[in-house]
């Protein structure tokens, strides 16, 4: 079995794990922005990270299952690639501002904010791998006039049938 075909199996999961790593980041923001009088922009710009993530899985995963019409590869490439780009931005930048505070010792908003950082790297990861399988999928399928999104990209649980 070619490895763009292997891929599909692991899709489904793979979108459960960025399904359930972003409602980690949620609830741990969350947490800091209702325990904070004025929360850093940091924080905001990873709850704003995880608002995202949870439409752009919706997008992600529906539009190929229910309405293929609107699963273009363009499309689910561009929803990827901004993704794993708001990812990175936001994981970068509380570790930057967490660099700077030192000890958490006894600061529960600290190590809330660190564990955001890790979830948040962990789901940066999985979004630059389903981005590079997005885009193997436009440039292979460069020189055809299909716009459909790549089987093996379905969150599907029989991709592979």
């Not at 079995?1 to 899709?11: D, L, N, Q, R, Y």
């Not at 923001?29 to 990270?49: C, H, K, R």
């Not at 299909?146 to 093996?152: F, G, I, V, Y």
Request: with cysteine.
């Amino acid at each position: 079995m070619p490895f763009m075909e292997s891929i599909g199996a692991f899709m489904l999961p793979i979108r459960v794990v960025q399904f359930v790593f972003t409602i980690i980041v949620l609830g741990l923001v969350g947490n800091i922005v209702n325990d904070e009088y004025a929360s850093p922009s940091q924080i905001n710009f990873m709850l704003f990270t995880s608002i995202w993530t949870f439409l752009a899985l919706i997008y992600l995963v529906v539009s190929q299952l229910k309405f293929e019409q609107f699963a273009h590869k363009f499309a689910i490439l561009a929803v990827e690639a901004l993704t794993m780009l708001f990812w990175f931005a936001a994981f970068i930048a509380l570790a930057a501002l967490l660099g700077d505070v030192g000890s958490c010792y006894g600061n529960n908003i600290c190590g809330e904010a660190k564990a955001a950082t890790v979830f948040g790297a962990f789901n940066w990861l999985l979004f630059a791998f389903t981005t590079a399988m997005a885009a193997i999928h436009v440039v292979r399928s460069h020189g055809s006039r299909s716009t459909a999104a790549a089987p093996e990209m379905q969150a599907t649980a029989d991709a592979t049938a």
